[in-house]
Each structure stands twice: as C-alpha cells, then as structure tokens.
C-alpha cells in the first residue's frame, strides 16, 4: 500500500508560480510512473503531466512551457513547478503513482490551485 499526499497549493495571481510537491510512502517508487491530473469544477479530472520510472515526461497541450514535472527517487517525492499560471489552471489537483505491474495506481487527497484574474 502507497499512500500519497499533495502540498503547495494555493491562491495566486495570474502570471505567478506555485511548486506542488507529492510526497508517497509505503513503497520505494523509484519504479513507478508518477503523473499529475486537476479537475475543476463541473468538469472531469484530466493528466496535466506524467513522468515514467526513466525520467520521461509528458504534459497537457495547455501547460507545454509553463509547467515542468519532476521526481526525486531519493524523497520519494514529485514535483510540479507551475508558472505562468492562468485563471483556467485553477483546479483540485492530484498525484498518481503508479506501480508498472497495476493497472490504476494510487491517488492522493488533492491540493487546490486558485489562480485569481
């Protein structure tokens, strides 16, 4: 069992920077596929950026260039460093880390991104 928790989010202005972090324990999950979703309201929860087990990434068409995903093997941790940051990124966001034998992986309780005009 992995359990996983979201921090750093806030209320910022448009065209400021916040850093998530997701913090997993219960596993070494060097080896897992980690990723970042964020539903908004009355909408569904979508992949905002995923980063495997070797270091590859991938984002949404709507943060290429202003967000950038990481791990920290050693931590245990993942980051999310969001700038430039625009009213329609405000959103609940989530980590997911995924062990490469599971289907689904393991979510954590979300953090809340507010970002005012």
């Known amino acids: 069992q992995v359990q996983v928790v979201e921090s750093g989010g806030g209320l910022v202005q448009a065209g400021g920077s916040l850093r998530l972090s997701c913090a997993a324990s219960g596993s070494i999950v060097s080896r897992y596929d980690m990723g970042w979703y964020r539903q908004a309201p009355g909408k569904p929860r979508e992949l905002v950026a995923h980063i495997n087990s070797g270091g590859s990434t991938n984002y949404a068409d709507s943060v290429k260039g202003r967000f950038t995903i990481s791990r920290d093997n050693a931590k245990n941790t993942l980051y999310l460093q969001m700038n430039s940051l625009k009213p329609e990124d405000t959103a609940v966001y989530y980590c997911?880390?995924?062990?490469?034998?599971?289907?689904?992986?393991?979510w954590g309780q979300g953090t809340q991104v507010t970002v005012s005009s």
């Open positions: 997911n880390v995924r062990p490469p034998w599971a289907l689904a992986g393991y």
